[in-house]
């Protein structure tokens, strides 16, 4: 199983609403990813998970919140978002978090903020 | 920091036609590279990559590409493109001492017509 699934597929959201995207892989990676990716553009470095302790945070800001759970599951929490935080949200893993190893991408979610 | 460019945002080709993308990274350390094709409303997915050893590497389906250290280019080839190569490219470069970020270019737009 060389796959990594992501849900919701879409989701809109009102800048008031929480909301959760997930990120799941059984290929026994160690490092996962989250992106985010507007449109025509290349995909951006948010946060990085290396054996399931957060390594790298972009700065990103607090209305996103990652989770790691265990090490088959990625959450990313969204509270009072705002309309430029509209993209596609791509989850990856790879083996371990070093240089050269394949990232295998999710087809993402495609988020709506209203 | 590392840098890619991707001069091309889009390249037209008819089909059965030869095609060159070309990247070009800036880095003063060694170096992993990748190519990354990502579809219509897919994530991404690896085309392939660079590690060390020979200079040009091959995928399944037909492209290739040749790191050029003196250039610091990694140019994407393909003899004879089809409708179905029609997507978005991404060449991405990861720094070879230790953690993987993974840097990637704006992109090219391939579009193979009949």
Redesign the interface.
């Known amino acids: 199983d060389t796959e990594?699934t992501?849900t919701p597929k879409h989701l809109v959201m009102g800048m008031t609403n929480k909301k959760s995207l997930k990120c799941e892989q059984h290929m026994g990676h160690r490092?996962m990813y989250w992106y985010k990716q507007k449109a025509?553009?290349?995909?951006e470095?948010m946060f990085?998970y290396?054996y399931e302790k957060l390594?790298?945070n972009e700065s990103v800001p607090s209305r996103f919140s990652p989770e790691c759970p265990n090490s088959s599951l990625l959450n990313l929490h969204l509270h009072a978002l705002q309309p430029e935080d509209s993209a596609l949200y791509?989850c990856?893993s790879?083996q371990d978090?070093?240089?050269?190893?394949?990232?295998?991408?999710?087809?993402?979610t495609?988020l709506t903020v209203l | 920091a590392q840098s890619v460019t991707q001069l091309d945002s889009q390249v037209p080709v008819f089909e059965e036609a030869p095609v060159e993308l070309r990247c070009n990274y800036s880095s003063s350390v060694s170096v992993?590279l990748?190519w990354?094709v990502q579809y219509p409303?897919?994530?991404?997915?690896?085309l392939l990559?660079y590690?060390s050893g020979s200079t040009l590497v091959e995928s399944i389906n037909g492209f290739e590409a040749e790191f050029n250290k003196s250039q610091t280019s990694f140019h994407l080839r393909k003899p004879s493109v089809h409708i179905s190569d029609t997507a978005e490219y991404?060449c991405a470069v990861?720094?070879?001492?230790?953690?993987?970020?993974?840097v990637?270019?704006?992109?090219t737009r391939l579009l193979v017509s009949p």
């Open positions: 990594v992501q490092a025509k553009k290349p995909p470095l990085v290396s390594s790298i791509l990856a790879s978090w070093l240089a050269g190893l394949e990232q295998f991408f999710g087809p993402g495609r | 992993y990748f990354y409303n897919q994530g991404l997915q690896l990559k590690l991404f990861a720094s070879g001492t230790g953690f993987q970020k993974l990637f270019g704006t992109g």
